[in-house]
C-alpha cells in the first residue's frame, strides 16, 4: 500500500489536468486522514490545491485551500500563513473562470486575501491586482482599471507579478476598453521579446488579434496570427486563446485558418474546462460559421470527432445548423456568466463580435 507522501510524489510526476493526479491527490487527503497526523493532513492538502486549481476544479481547490487556511489561523507556528499566499492567486484565478462560483464567494475570496496579506505584513499590490482580474471577468472595466492602478502603485515584494504578467494584463484590459493604440503600445516588449515567462506572450498575442484589426494594422495581425499559433497550439491551457485566433480568421474571411484551428482543437474542449475558454472558443467558431454564410456557402466539410453531438460520418455539414448550435453554446455559457455578475457583459460581447462580420 502506497503512503502519503508516495502518492503525492506519484501526483507531482503527472501533468497538470490529468485526472490521475487529481484522484492521487484524493487518495493521499484519505489516507493522511486516517493517519491522524495533522502534519500529513496539512501536506496531502497543499498539493491538491495547486492540482485541482490547475485543472480546472475550483471546488476542490477551495474545499482545501479553506482547510489549510483555518490550520494556519489555529497552528501558526506548525503551518506559517506565508506558505498559503501565494495560492491565493492561482485559487481565485482558476475561480473566476466558473460561473458555478458565486460573486459573493469571489468577493469573499478577495477580502480573506486583503486580510491576510495585511496580517502577514506584505504589499497588498497582488490583492489589489486579483480584485483587478475579477473585475475584468465580470465585464466591470472602469473599476478594473481603478484597481489596477492602485496595484501599480504599491510596493513590489515577492508576492508580486512578473513584469511581464503586468504588461500582459493591462493589454488585456485596454483591448476590452476599446483603447486599441494603447494597448498594441503597451504590449510592444511583448511583440519584440524584450518581455516574456513562461505564458507570455502566449497569452497576449491572440488577445491583439482585435487591437491589430481595429487598427488597420493587416500585416501585424497575421504575424500574430502565425506567431502566436506557433505559441499555443500543443497546450490544452490555450483553447481561450484558440477561441480568439478562430475570431479573427472570421473577420478577415480566413476560412481554411479558421476551420483548421476548430478541426485541431475540438477535443481541448474535454481537456480544458475553464468556462472562460469554451465561451471564447464558441463565439470564434459562431463567428466563423457566420462568415461562412455570408459567403452563401450551404454546405462545409468539417472532420469533427464522433463525440460531436451533431457528428456527420461524411465530414459535410449546414452552416446555418452549425452556427445555431454554436451560438446556442456560447450564449448560454454567457447568460450563466452574466447572471452570476449581474450585467449583460458576455451577451454583449457576442452581439458586438458578430456584428464585426460583415457582409
Same mark, same amino acid.
Given at each position: 500500500m502506497s503512503t502519503v507522501n508516495e502518492l503525492i510524489l506519484k501526483a507531482s510526476r503527472l501533468k497538470d489536468g490529468d485526472p490521475v493526479k487529481i484522484k492521487l491527490g484524493e487518495e493521499?487527503? #484519505?489516507?493522511?486522514?486516517?493517519? @491522524?497526523?495533522?502534519?500529513?493532513?496539512?501536506?496531502?492538502?497543499?498539493? #491538491?490545491?495547486?492540482?485541482?486549481?490547475?485543472?480546472?476544479?475550483?471546488?476542490?481547490?477551495?474545499?482545501?485551500?479553506?482547510?489549510?487556511?483555518?490550520?494556519?489561523?489555529?497552528?501558526?507556528?506548525?503551518?506559517?500563513?506565508? @506558505?498559503?499566499?501565494?495560492?491565493?492567486?492561482?485559487?481565485?484565478?482558476?475561480?473566476?473562470?466558473?460561473?458555478?462560483?458565486?460573486?459573493?464567494?469571489?468577493?469573499?475570496?478577495?477580502?480573506?486575501?486583503?486580510?491576510?496579506?495585511?496580517?502577514?505584513?506584505?504589499? +497588498?499590490?497582488?490583492?489589489?491586482?486579483?480584485?483587478?482580474?475579477?473585475?475584468?471577468?465580470? $465585464?466591470e472595466l472602469d473599476k478594473s482599471l481603478e484597481q489596477l492602478q492602485i496595484s501599480q502603485g504599491l510596493e513590489n515584494d515577492r508576492f508580486a507579478d512578473c513584469a511581464a504578467c503586468e504588461v500582459h494584463f493591462m493589454v488585456v484590459l485596454l483591448t476590452a476598453l476599446s483603447r486599441y493604440s494603447e494597448a498594441l503600445n503597451n504590449a510592444l516588449p511583448l511583440?519584440?521579446?524584450?518581455?516574456?515567462?513562461?505564458?507570455?506572450?502566449?497569452?497576449? +498575442?491572440?488577445?491583439?488579434?482585435?487591437?491589430?484589426?481595429?487598427?488597420?494594422?493587416? =500585416?501585424?495581425?497575421?504575424? +500574430?496570427?502565425?506567431?502566436?499559433?506557433? +505559441?499555443?497550439? =500543443?497546450?490544452?491551457?490555450?483553447?481561450?486563446?484558440? $477561441?480568439?485566433?478562430?475570431?479573427?480568421?472570421?473577420?478577415?474571411?480566413?476560412?481554411?485558418? $479558421?476551420?483548421?484551428r476548430i478541426q485541431n482543437h475540438y477535443d481541448w474542449l474535454s481537456k480544458n474546462i475553464d468556462q472562460r475558454g469554451h465561451y471564447q472558443y464558441y463565439l470564434g467558431i459562431s463567428m466563423l460559421l457566420k462568415s461562412i454564410l455570408n459567403n452563401g456557402k450551404t454546405l462545409i466539410l468539417l472532420t469533427m470527432p464522433k463525440s460531436f453531438e451533431l457528428y456527420n460520418e461524411n465530414d459535410r455539414y449546414n452552416p446555418k445548423t452549425l452556427f445555431d448550435y454554436f451560438y446556442n453554446k456560447a450564449s448560454q455559457i454567457a447568460q450563466a456568466f452574466d447572471e452570476r455578475n449581474g450585467n449583460d457583459f458576455y451577451q454583449s460581447q457576442i452581439t458586438h463580435k458578430l456584428e464585426m462580420i460583415k457582409l
Open positions: 493521499a487527503i #484519505l489516507l493522511a486522514d486516517q493517519s @491522524n497526523d495533522i502534519e500529513l493532513k496539512y501536506r496531502s492538502r497543499v498539493s #491538491l490545491i495547486e492540482d485541482a486549481a490547475f485543472a480546472g476544479q475550483p471546488e476542490k481547490a477551495l474545499v482545501n485551500f479553506g482547510w489549510c487556511i483555518a490550520q494556519c489561523e489555529k497552528y501558526p507556528e506548525q503551518f506559517p500563513l506565508t @506558505n498559503m499566499l501565494w495560492k491565493y492567486k492561482y485559487v481565485i484565478d482558476c475561480a473566476i473562470g466558473f460561473h458555478s462560483i458565486s460573486r459573493a464567494k469571489l468577493e469573499q475570496l478577495i477580502d480573506n486575501m486583503k486580510q491576510h496579506y495585511a496580517q502577514a505584513g506584505f504589499s +497588498l499590490k497582488p490583492v489589489h491586482y486579483m480584485q483587478a482580474q475579477l473585475y475584468l471577468s465580470m $465585464g511583440i519584440q521579446g524584450n518581455q516574456s515567462c513562461a505564458e507570455v506572450p502566449h497569452l497576449t +498575442l491572440p488577445e491583439l488579434l482585435i487591437t491589430a484589426s481595429q487598427l488597420g494594422k493587416d =500585416d501585424l495581425g497575421q504575424m +500574430l496570427l502565425t506567431s502566436g499559433y506557433q +505559441l499555443i497550439r =500543443d497546450n490544452p491551457n490555450f483553447l481561450h486563446q484558440v $477561441g480568439l485566433q478562430i475570431q479573427y480568421c472570421a473577420i478577415h474571411n480566413l476560412i481554411e485558418t $479558421g476551420t483548421d
